[in-house]
């Protein structure tokens, strides 16, 4: 039996189609929580002073189309770990996201010795606009990556194994400008306390109004780029205490005001790479590692297995805007605020703080993470 790889980037092995139903896209976003939820569990236990760049969407969507190429007791256990109500809601949804901003790929690639089912490939086709390819090696899927991000992922994979004989792969780009852009004259070096110890950095500066709230001396802002589609949110928590990029946005985002903010952010690049197997470990997925049924993908069921299962994301902020992207989950956290009636407030990002790239509308976490040093 072949195993299968599946990136969101995934590798990956057999498959049952799924049949389809219809659900307000909003459902589907909801339907994130499980993966999101799980790689909270995942990062959380991270070594302190780690940076995190990670996209739920991407790794969700990977995950999704495995689901449609899954049979019997593997489709079971995939669909109750994605909690996916609706396929049609998921497409649906990524139809929002998909902007000027935001580009959104996918592709199947089978061994040209082995059939992929016309069903999977029809409604992977339709849901998700997945190229269906004939694997050619290793330097074909890293090539295709490499393009649907802009170079941004250039090597996804390490290896395709002679028994790889099938891989699903999502890749995801942002390229947003600032709603106001930061002035380039106004950012200097100061010292960012990182968990290692105070470095160097160049930091972004800027007094303007913007959304803000705090909460238990955790401090939270808004910046929206550039269209309104998309917005960046920043928790910056007290002296000594990890950032944490899961909480619950919609509570936060019931709670923020418009303030005047003295805002300081540093300028940032950071790049990370995932194994996916432990977090897919932890929501129930594990045995597919081991064994699988993925005669939706291929009948003959000849893939019996996941082989791999990575994303690697990237993500550059400066002055201008930011730049992402990921080839392979996000929730947040709430409470009530107070507010000073009476002069600014200050947000300065000068010690370790999370962050997440949101769609204003659904409120879906595109991309988040943590940067306990700017300098990576």
Not at 74 to 95: E, F, M, P, Y
Not at 125 to 137: C, D, K, N, V
């Amino acid at each position: 039996m072949r195993p299968f790889v599946i990136a969101p980037l995934l590798c990956l092995g057999a498959c049952q189609a799924v049949p389809p139903s219809i659900q307000i896209p909003s459902a589907e976003a909801k339907a994130q929580v499980p993966v999101a939820a799980a790689t909270l569990r995942e990062f959380g236990a991270r070594p302190t002073g780690e940076n995190l760049v990670w996209s739920p969407v991407s790794a969700y969507v990977a995950l999704a189309m495995l689901t449609e190429g899954a049979s019997g007791e593997t489709q079971g256990r995939l669909s109750k770990a994605l909690d996916l109500k609706s396929a049609d809601g998921l497409s649906a949804l990524l139809s929002a996201l998909s902007s000027s901003e935001v580009t959104i790929a996918d592709a199947v690639f089978v061994r040209s010795d082995l059939k992929a089912a016309p069903a999977f490939s029809d409604r992977t086709g339709r849901l998700y606009a997945a190229e269906a390819l004939p694997l050619q090696g290793l330097e074909q899927v890293n090539g295709w990556v490499a393009k649907k991000t802009k170079d941004r992922i250039p090597k996804l994979f390490d290896k395709i194994d002679p028994n790889d004989a099938a891989v699903l792969v999502n890749a995801v780009t942002f390229d947003g400008r600032w709603a106001k852009p930061f002035e380039v004259s106004a950012t200097k070096e100061r010292d960012f306390k990182a968990v290692s110890g105070t470095v160097k950095v160049p930091i972004m500066a800027a007094k303007r109004r913007m959304l803000y709230g705090e909460k238990d001396g955790t401090k939270m802002i808004v910046l929206p780029y550039e269209g309104g589609n998309y917005e960046m949110v920043a928790w910056l928590p007290p002296i000594g205490q990890k950032p944490d990029p899961y909480g619950d946005l919609g509570a936060w985002m019931k709670l923020v005001k418009n303030r005047e903010v003295d805002v300081w952010l540093p300028k940032w690049e950071l790049r990370k790479r995932h194994d996916l197997k432990p977090m897919l470990s932890n929501i129930g997925l594990g045995s597919l590692f081991e064994k699988a049924d993925f005669s939706c993908l291929v009948p003959s069921g000849e893939l019996d297995h996941i082989s791999q299962a990575v994303q690697e994301a990237w993500i550059q902020v400066d002055e201008a805007g930011t730049k992402a992207a990921a080839a392979t989950g996000v929730m947040m956290a709430t409470a009530s605020m107070t507010f000073d009636p009476d002069g600014p407030v200050e947000f300065h990002a000068d010690r370790p703080f999370a962050y997440a790239i949101v769609h204003s509308s659904t409120r879906t976490p595109l991309f988040l993470g943590t940067v306990d040093n700017p300098k990576g």
